[in-house]
């Protein structure tokens, strides 16, 4: 599976943006999907995912209330929407997506598959 992020840009502090990854190749479908971020010089870090089979959702503990994934089944597509957003939270996102992940490992950036190319997000102050 191919997989396109996109919907990055350049946001004031507080406002919000909604990022896109879209699947080509093959749906979905019996996939988890993950939303890493990674800042300049700094690790690759877990922000969220999705399981595409019922879309239980699962996010990194210092995002929850600020961030949600969902899922278009239709559109064979996961959202990121963004809100309250702050400086610190500039970095390149990326979506991934694996069909043999357990959940122990989902924030694990090794257990996934395939990979987007990465969207820039900038957060000004």
């Known amino acids: 599976v191919q997989l396109q992020a996109s919907g990055g840009g350049l946001v004031q502090a507080g406002g919000s943006l909604t990022l896109s990854c879209i699947a080509s190749g093959r749906t979905f479908r019996g996939y988890k999907v993950g939303w890493f971020r990674q800042a300049p010089g700094k690790e690759r870090e877990f922000v969220g995912g999705?399981?595409?089979?019922?879309?239980?959702?699962t996010y990194a503990d210092s995002l929850k209330g600020r961030f949600a994934i969902s899922r278009d089944i239709a559109k064979n597509a996961v959202y990121l929407q963004m809100n309250s957003l702050k400086p610190e939270d500039t970095a390149v996102y990326y979506c991934?997506?694996?069909?043999?992940?357990?959940?122990?490992?989902?924030?694990?950036?090794?257990?996934?598959?395939?990979w987007g190319q990465g969207t820039q997000v900038t957060v000004s102050s």
């Open positions: 991934a997506a694996s069909a043999s992940i357990i959940d122990s490992q989902l924030g694990v950036p090794s257990s996934y598959a395939h």
């Open positions: 999705i399981r595409w089979n019922g879309g239980i959702t």
